[in-house]
């Protein structure tokens, strides 16, 4: 029995799948991290606002939860900065070289070049794509202190 070269479509379609999948979970992750960063700064820019307008109503808690307040949005924004920062994506194979391929190899070459390629491509981006994803979580949490700090330290100062 003579062996069968593999459907290479199939193997491309795979790897192309993956490879565009990755780089739509980078955008979102971008959008969610961004939101983050632009949230924190709203709710901290609205708390020292507001708490800065009544001075009467002070207490050394207030002051503190507004402090936490600061502290965990400089979280917030370390880890959206850092993941957010400038990063090089491999985004799909060089067509020039694809076409010289083609001409030089033939299609059944190129395709498996392009394909090797996209695993190689997914494979670079892997590590950068988990530090962007671990950047979520603390970042989330770091959100959530602000907001109940900022809360707090609001309802400190209106008496409640």
Do not use: C, H
């Not at 003579?2 to 192309?16: G, K, M």
């Not at 992750?29 to 009544?54: E, Q, W």
């Not at 920062?85 to 059944?108: F, H, M, N």
């Amino acid at each position: 029995m003579s062996r069968r070269e593999p459907d290479l479509n199939l193997l491309y379609e795979i790897a192309r799948s993956r490879l565009d999948t990755q780089l739509a979970f980078l955008d979102s992750l971008d959008t969610k991290l961004g939101l983050f960063l632009s949230v924190g700064s709203a709710i901290l820019t609205v708390a020292a606002a507001i708490v800065a307008v009544d001075r009467t109503r002070w207490s050394i808690w207030a002051g503190l939860a507004l402090a936490l307040a600061i502290g965990a949005f400089i979280g917030v924004a370390f880890f959206t900065v850092t993941a957010l920062r400038g990063q090089k994506w491999s985004i799909g194979p060089d067509v020039t070289q694809v076409a010289a391929l083609l001409w030089t190899e033939g299609e059944s070459a190129a395709t498996k070049s392009v394909i090797n390629t996209l695993v190689d491509l997914f494979s670079r981006n892997q590590s950068a794509y988990d530090a962007k994803v671990g950047a979520l979580a603390p970042a989330a949490i770091a959100l959530v202190v602000e907001t109940l700090a900022a809360a707090a330290a609001l309802a400190l100062v209106a008496g409640r």
